[in-house]
C-alpha cells in the first residue's frame, strides 16, 4: 500500500509564510506528477500548484509569485513554500500524487490525510 504524509501546517499572522512537505511511502516503482490542491468545507477542492514528471510547473493565479513548489524525487517528496500568505489562503492543504507501485502496473492517484493552514492576525 501506498502512503502520502503531509506536515508543516499551522497557524500564522497575514505576511508570513510556511513549507508544507509531503512524503510518499510503501511500495512505489514510479512516480508522477505530484501537486497540491487545497479545500474548504463546503466547496470542490481547487489545484493550487502541480509538478509534473517531465519538469512543467503549474500554480493557480491566486497564488503565483508568493508559493513555490518543488520536489525531491530520490525522497518521493514534495514540498510547498508558501509566502506573504493571506487571510483567504485559510484551508485543508492536500497532497496528491500519481503512484505506480510495480513496473507492470498503473498509476493510480493516492491522496494525502491534509494538513490545516490557518492565516490569521
Known amino acids: 500500500q501506498v502512503q502520502l504524509v503531509e506536515s508543516g501546517g499551522g497557524l500564522v499572522q497575514p505576511g508570513g509564510s510556511l513549507r508544507l512537505s509531503c512524503t510518499a511511502s510503501?511500495?512505489?516503482?514510479?512516480?508522477?506528477?505530484m501537486a497540491w490542491y487545497r479545500q474548504v468545507p463546503g466547496k470542490e477542492r481547487e489545484l493550487v500548484a502541480r509538478?509534473?514528471?517531465?519538469?512543467?510547473?503549474n500554480y493557480a493565479d491566486s497564488v503565483k509569485g508568493r508559493f513555490t513548489i518543488s520536489r525531491d524525487n530520490a525522497k518521493n517528496t514534495v514540498y510547498l513554500q508558501m509566502n506573504s500568505l493571506k487571510p483567504e489562503d485559510t484551508d485543508v492543504y492536500y497532497c496528491?500524487?500519481?503512484?505506480?507501485?510495480?513496473?507492470?502496473?498503473?498509476?493510480?492517484?493516492?491522496w494525502g490525510q491534509g494538513t490545516q493552514v490557518t492565516v490569521s492576525s
Open positions: 496528491n500524487a500519481e503512484v505506480k507501485s510495480w513496473y507492470g502496473g498503473i498509476f493510480v492517484t493516492r
Open positions: 509538478f509534473r514528471k517531465n519538469g512543467t510547473i
Open positions: 510503501g511500495r512505489i516503482f514510479s512516480i508522477n506528477d
